[in-house]
């Protein structure tokens, strides 16, 4: 039995507190997938200016770079919401369901403390880049502390969606 069958065996309505956790990191989700497009279509218009135009978008890849952190950042919380991470369930496929519940529990709280170290590497290098008025080499201009928020807010939603997993695992457990 894989953890997300454990999470929605016979478990009651989730609280208020909960879907709302779970709805804020599909919003990131949302705004992931929104970025693919964006990313998508500076592809496109880089590459058909470049080849098409003789005209190349000088700041486009930078832009891209910076939207693919922002992508995988915000993605990564609501690819672990739906369940749609990696996995290796050699050791969870032997184990009962107090097994499984105790390792989904452990687990989940690894990603809640990597999501808190990243959480916290990216609070301190955006305040030291303030701080220190630096901005990024390159042909868009900006204080390199803008595009590392969604390094921090990623992680925060990581984390979160680590607590609602966790949340539905102990809700999911007393139900049975």
């Known amino acids: 039995m894989s953890e997300q069958n454990t999470i929605a065996a016979g478990a009651p ?3 208020a507190l909960l879907r709302a956790l779970e709805a804020l990191v599909g919003l990131g989700g949302a705004l992931a997938t929104l970025m ?3 990313i998508f ?3 496109c218009v880089a590459v058909a200016n470049r080849y098409l135009l003789g005209a190349p978008i000088q700041w486009a890849d930078e832009m891209i770079g910076y939207l693919l952190v922002a992508t995988i950042m915000l993605g990564a919380a609501e690819a672990l919401r739906r369940d749609n991470h990696i ?3 050699l050791l ?3 184990l009962g369901g107090s097994g499984q ?3 989904g529990i452990v687990g989940n709280l690894a990603v ?3 999501a808190a170290i990243i959480g916290w590497s990216a609070w301190e290098s ?5 701080a220190f008025g630096s901005y990024s080499v390159g042909y868009i201009e900006i204080e390199t502390w803008i595009p590392q928020i969604p390094l921090l807010f990623g992680s925060i939603l990581l984390g979160l969606a680590a607590i609602a997993r966790i949340w539905r695992l102990l809700i999911g457990s007393k139900a049975q």
Not at 126 to 130: E, N, W, Y
């Open 13 to 15: 309505k989730a609280p």
């Open 36 to 38: 693919i497009l964006a």
């Open 41 to 43: 279509a500076l592809v």
């Open 87 to 89: 996995t290796i369930d």
């Open 92 to 94: 969870s496929s032997k």
């Open 101 to 103: 519940l105790a390792l």
């Open 112 to 114: 809640f403390v990597l």
């Open 126 to 130: 955006i305040l030291f880049a303030r």
